[in-house]
């Protein structure tokens, strides 16, 4: 099938939340800070100086010992038995950024007890998400003695007693959600575990690997290893994955940042190299638009292995390859991602515009990259969306959900028409038998219309403040952005702050970018000009009006070496007639 693109509806219009402004009581309590930085302290849940100055330094949480974690001491005791016995060891990972970020850390870190571990990163193609009993055939073939699974295996119950069967122990590292019953590994790491203890249910699948290597190191230290080391890799991984950038994964992900800017692993080097980004600026956002898509498109189009050798090689000619390689696949992605997501618009929106859920599933869509296709369906139309590839006999989906809805709570009451499924609340998948897919289908949509039916599903915009930009003296513009540089990282639970302005004159505008997705605008505001960008807003071009209401974010343009000012518009508003 030849894939003909359509053009994509309009996103539904936002509704802006502008935060109220902060309580006197509360502004003195924050004085030692800035006017602005009060205001985003109070948004962000901050009323007493002292949590206010922790979470600017990004200080670790008071209880972050990785002991608190249940089955952590016999995993560890586990571990070190086969280190010193010399047992076969693999590491199973899984095939997105986060999995190959922690089966990198854990092959780095076994290396370093001089151990020589396999490592095993299934096929998305073709052997799906997760443990399979093909796999473990594989590994107890060449003698295998002990698993490690790192951000997979928790729903893996047949699996992990095939492994037990054949005399291989299995020790589960794993963030998502349990189900009722859980496998009989010889330990599991998952603080979402009912009765684990562990305050931080929120680590990702490489942060729950870097507390393994970080408690077998507080038993069995090693001279020179230290399992900071490897927060590059929880960095990356926590961002691109999507974990909330809160407690202890925006402690994480903050050192994990200072430590790619300053001690840069060759793949990463070489990688930023291609895509045009200085490493030693890396932040969040490059990790979550830029790094992180590239090393996901190696899992998505082919092997995630590429993504894996490209962390752990120490060659820069070999580094040099793998970068290319991904940077190519990144590219293919893009476009297959444009193709599937509209016709899988054409398929179900143009046939069932009012459904609560949106579902289209076909033989030529790419299982690595419907996920993708889905998320941007949930942006234009705010329901859950689900796109799947249908072969002969099952179809394997992906679900990215909102807010209103947890899609793993939803699959979990489909379990007896699925053949798997697992994922968080907002994104999830499943393999369902091609024979139950209306029956799926119909009671997914049965149970969000009991959840969704009295809700008004507009999407949401917080806005930090508001702020008349004809008043935006130039000179005020390095105090804002150190304020705002505070905030870093940045991300899903510690959004950056956007800000609105009203009545701004549209000076110049024009499309940019694949196919005219974005825009770029001069807007006026009084004597003072400002640059823009609106990414996948080109849609405005033909109706763009004179003046503009608009949500955005403050950051720094860099085009040849010539660092500039930028709004990065994230709504537009036609202006009130005055």
Same mark, same amino acid.
């Given at each position: ?254 050192? $994990? ?164 499924? $697992? ?137 040849? $070496? ?17």
């Amino acid at each position: 099938m030849e894939f003909v693109e359509l053009p994509t509806p309009k996103p539904l219009p936002k509704r802006w939340k502008i935060a109220h402004r902060l309580p006197e009581h509360i502004d003195r309590e924050l004085a030692e800070f800035s006017p602005l930085m009060r205001q985003l302290l109070y948004n962000r849940g901050f009323t007493k100086a002292n949590s206010a100055r922790a979470y600017i330094s990004g200080s670790a949480p008071d209880v972050n010992d990785p002991i608190y974690l249940k089955d952590m001491p016999i995993a560890v005791e586990r571990l070190h038995g086969a280190l010193q016995q010399g047992e076969n060891i693999a590491i199973y990972g899984d095939y997105d950024a986060d999995g190959v970020t922690a089966s990198a850390l854990m092959y780095e870190f076994l290396k370093k007890c001089g151990a020589d571990p396999r490592t095993y990163i299934p096929s998305r193609f073709d052997e799906g998400y997760g443990l399979n009993i093909g796999a473990i055939d594989q590994l107890a073939s060449e003698s295998i003695q002990l698993i490690i699974t790192v951000d997979c295996g928790v729903r893996s119950i047949a699996e992990v007693q095939h492994a037990k069967d054949l005399g291989i122990s299995m020790i589960i590292t794993d963030h998502h959600q349990p189900g009722e019953t859980l496998p009989p590994a010889d330990a599991i790491i998952n603080p979402k575990q009912t009765d684990d203890l562990y305050p931080d249910k929120m680590l990702a699948g490489v942060g729950l690997a870097y507390k393994l290597v970080q408690a077998y190191l507080q038993s069995y230290p090693i001279a020179g290893v230290n399992a900071d080391q490897w927060l590059d890799l929880v960095a990356i991984g926590t961002i691109a994955d999507l974990a909330p950038l809160i407690g202890e994964n925006r402690t994480l992900v903050k050192a $994990g940042l200072d430590l790619i800017q300053t001690q840069t692993r060759q793949g990463l080097f070489s990688l930023a190299q291609v895509a045009g980004l200085k490493i030693e600026k890396t932040n969040a956002g490059h990790i979550g638009f830029v790094l992180g898509p590239r090393i996901n498109a190696a899992g998505r189009m082919d092997s995630a292995l590429t993504a894996f050798e490209l962390l752990v090689t120490q060659d820069y000619l070999q580094a040099g390859k793998l970068a290319q390689k991904l940077e190519v696949q990144n590219t293919q992605r893009q476009k297959m991602t444009r193709e599937i997501q509209a016709q899988a618009i054409e398929m179900a929106y143009s046939k069932e515009p009012d459904a609560l859920i949106f579902f289209a599933a076909s033989p030529d869509f790419n299982e690595g990259v419907v996920g993708l296709a889905a998320s941007r369906i949930v942006e234009t139309f705010y329901r859950p969306a689900i796109i799947g590839n249908r072969d002969e006999l099952q179809t394997t989906a992906s679900c990215r959900s909102i807010p209103e809805f947890n899609i793993t709570r939803a699959l979990d009451q489909c379990a007896d028409l699925l053949i798997r499924h $697992g994922g968080h609340s907002a994104a999830a998948g499943f393999t369902v038998s091609n024979e139950n897919v209306s029956a799926l289908i119909d009671r997914l949509r049965e149970i969000a219309s009991e959840q969704l039916k009295d809700l008004n599903l507009i999407p949401e915009l917080t806005i930090d403040r508001e702020i008349l930009l004809d008043n935006l003296h130039p000179k005020y513009i390095p105090d804002i952005l150190e304020d705002l540089h505070q905030l870093e990282p940045t991300g899903r639970g510690n959004p950056g702050a956007i800000f609105v302005s009203r009545r701004c004159e549209v000076r110049q505008v024009r499309q940019v970018g694949t196919d005219g997705l974005h825009l770029k605008l001069r807007i006026g505001a009084g004597t003072h000009d400002f640059e823009t960008i609106a990414f996948r807003q080109g849609y405005w071009l033909d109706n763009m009006p004179n003046r503009i209401d608009i949500a955005y974010t403050f950051e720094i343009n860099e085009f040849r $070496g010539r660092q500039s000012l930028q709004l990065n518009i994230k709504d537009i508003k036609p202006s009130p007639e005055s």
